[in-house]
């Protein structure tokens, strides 16, 4: 009698990875030879990452990475070794010099991590057009925050820089007499609002050692007053025209002279 015996040939052992770099968060795929019946992946420890009949895995972690092939047959060849590594993700913080506070209509400058090959700002999840510097000003409330790509072109997200508006109200004055007056009266205005230090201003103009809540204005123009609050925010009242009317000069003169019978 005779036996027949068949060798059985070894599995194909390739494997091969499309790339061999990537950024954190990102994955590689290592793809083993197809045609197997299963299909068990290792690390350089030892530890299996992944078991079952698909040819491909996802590696998150740089390292040294084989697999373990298996024809229906039973016949097994481990693969060759294949190196992945991934890049570190860029750190960026927004600062600024001193608070995330503006004032109304104010400015703020936000300043991101130097050394990045690229910036993109966004203001409440919207890119902003041409805001591709290390430095952003900004000019309301709200969020913003940067995005950096880094020379290996890993990209990173800085946290929420929120930008928030101090309290603020518009000055007011308060008349303390008519706006009307006649000749050397004068008329009283009060300044209202919260405020830290004030100026009166004439016809757009600051009046010189005026910085009292009262004014006595003694002829005719246009008063407002400007207020800074003690956060440093500046702000001027609508303005009040005040009317000095002209005395009339009175003569009495007599057709027939000034004597009488």
Request: net charge negative; with cysteine; proline share 5%.
């Amino acid at each position: 009698r005779y036996l027949e015996v068949t060798v059985l040939s070894d599995p194909a052992n390739s494997i091969i990875s499309l790339e061999e770099v990537a950024c954190d968060g990102q994955t590689i795929s290592i793809i083993a030879a197809a045609g197997a019946d299963s299909y068990s992946f290792f690390d350089q420890t030892g530890v299996m990452v992944q078991d079952g009949t698909t040819n491909e895995f996802l590696a998150t972690e740089s390292g040294i990475y084989t697999c373990l092939i298996t024809t229906m047959a039973g016949c097994s060849e481990l693969s060759d070794e294949i190196a992945v590594s991934f890049l570190p993700l860029p750190q960026v913080e927004v600062t600024v010099d001193d608070t995330f506070e503006i004032c109304p209509e104010g400015e703020l400058e936000l300043t991101a991590t130097p050394g990045f090959q690229s910036y993109a700002w966004y203001y409440n999840f919207a890119l902003i057009a041409g805001a591709t510097s290390d430095t952003y000003t900004a000019t309301g409330p709200g969020d913003y925050y940067v995005i950096v790509k880094d020379d290996n072109g890993c990209a990173n997200s800085s946290a929420f820089a929120e930008v928030e508006v101090l309290p603020w109200e518009l000055p007011g004055i308060a008349l303390l007499t008519d706006p009307t007056v006649c000749g050397d009266q004068v008329v009283a205005l009060s300044a209202t609002g919260d405020f830290d230090t004030l100026q009166w201003l004439e016809n757009g103009d600051p009046i010189p050692g005026e910085t009292g809540p009262v004014l006595e204005a003694d002829h005719t123009g246009a008063y407002s007053v400007q207020m800074t609050t003690e956060d440093g925010c500046v702000s001027s009242s609508l303005h009040v025209d005040l009317l000095f009317a002209v005395i009339p000069e009175v003569e009495i003169t007599f057709p027939f002279g000034d004597k009488i019978c």
